[in-house]
């Protein structure tokens, strides 16, 4: 009998044989059992075909990368399945991209502690395309503040009532934003955790 690939015994073992197994609860399985109306609506439909398509992508990004399978550490394996997982309950095309982004550079990236990828683990399952490309575009500032009236342009500034303020609670409620500090001249201004920088990282698209 032939003795399987690198590729083949991780692909084997990643949750991505879960999420496949996840999926085809949509063509009758436990989901539809339950809820028969909503997995045959329309929007449970795209969600299929974009679910997938990314794990479609994922076996591609593993294939590319064969020679770098057996030296994976456990921690970029860690990583790499929650990032597998985290597409059965993502319904942004941007986010997915994101997801993916992150699978080929934890591959190309054996530096990652344990601390890092269960931290990461779980950001990924729960934050947002619009919450990912604001720590992309505002992680240079060293404080962000939700103010009345915008005046300071050496820190990013936003009202209480915009939608990135929103956007900053979402951060904060993930421990991506964390309070300045205990005064009262601090109040409603965050910094990012040190974690941050890793995440951000992983998200710089490479060559």
């Known amino acids: 009998m032939k003795e399987p690939s690198n590729l083949e015994k991780v692909a084997g073992g990643l949750p991505v044989r879960l999420a496949t197994a996840g999926i085809a609860a949509f063509d009758?399985?436990?989901l539809a059992s339950f809820f028969?109306?909503?997995t045959s609506s329309l929007p449970a439909k795209r969600h299929e075909k974009r679910v997938r398509s990314y794990l479609a992508d994922i076996e591609n990004i593993l294939k590319e990368h064969e020679a770098k399978i057996n030296k994976l550490t456990d921690e970029q394996y860690k990583l790499i399945n929650h990032a597998?997982?985290?597409a059965l309950?993502?319904?942004e095309d941007k986010k997915l991209e994101y997801l993916k982004r992150?699978?080929?550079?934890?591959?190309?990236d054996a530096d990652i502690r344990s601390l890092e990828s269960e931290v990461i683990g779980r950001w990924l399952r729960d934050i947002s395309a619009d919450e990912i490309l604001f720590i992309?575009?505002?992680?240079?500032?060293?404080r962000i503040e939700i103010v009345d009236k915008p005046s300071n342009k050496k820190h990013k500034s936003v009202t209480d009532d915009s939608r990135e303020a929103s956007t900053i609670a979402g951060l904060v409620s993930l421990g991506i934003l964390i309070p300045s500090g205990p005064n009262l001249d601090?109040?409603?201004?965050?910094?990012?955790s040190n974690l941050v920088s890793k995440l951000i990282a992983l998200l710089i698209k490479k060559p």
């Open 102 to 108: 992150i699978i080929r550079n934890t591959l190309k």
């Open 89 to 91: 309950t993502t319904i």
């Open 36 to 38: 028969p109306v909503l």
């Open 28 to 30: 009758g399985g436990i």
């Open 186 to 192: 601090t109040l409603g201004t965050y910094s990012f």
């Open 136 to 142: 992309i575009e505002n992680f240079h500032f060293d």
């Open 84 to 86: 597998a997982l985290s």
